[in-house]
């Protein structure tokens, strides 16, 4: 008797990515960070604390788990990061979002 997988490897890697979105965007900083690098692009960690007036630290928690999700590009210069939206797949996760409210 052979057995046969009902989810491929390929399906499990896209749930993951998508496990990684909905949760990097499930808690309110990461959702207000959204919202500043939409008006702002390219600013590094510590503007978007003092933006946001929080810790440094809980920032780049935060900017991490975006970053992995893809939603992320950033820019090194010199000994900085500077973050700004992967506009092109959050503008796809948005279309995904939508068409799932919809059923």
Do not use: C
């Not at 998508?18 to 600013?43: D, G």
């Amino acid at each position: 008797m052979t057995s046969t997988k009902l989810i491929t490897n390929e399906f499990q890697q896209k749930i993951r990515s998508a496990f990684k979105v909905l949760n990097a965007l499930n808690e309110k900083q990461p959702q207000q960070i959204i919202h500043l690098l939409k008006r702002e692009s390219n600013i590094n960690a510590l503007t978007i604390s003092e933006e946001l007036e929080t810790t440094p630290i809980l920032i780049q928690e935060h900017l991490e788990s975006l970053h992995a999700a893809k939603l992320l590009k950033i820019e090194e210069k010199e000994d900085q990061a500077f973050f700004s939206l992967d506009r092109d797949r959050l503008a796809r996760i948005s279309l995904i979002i939508k068409g799932l409210a919809r059923t």
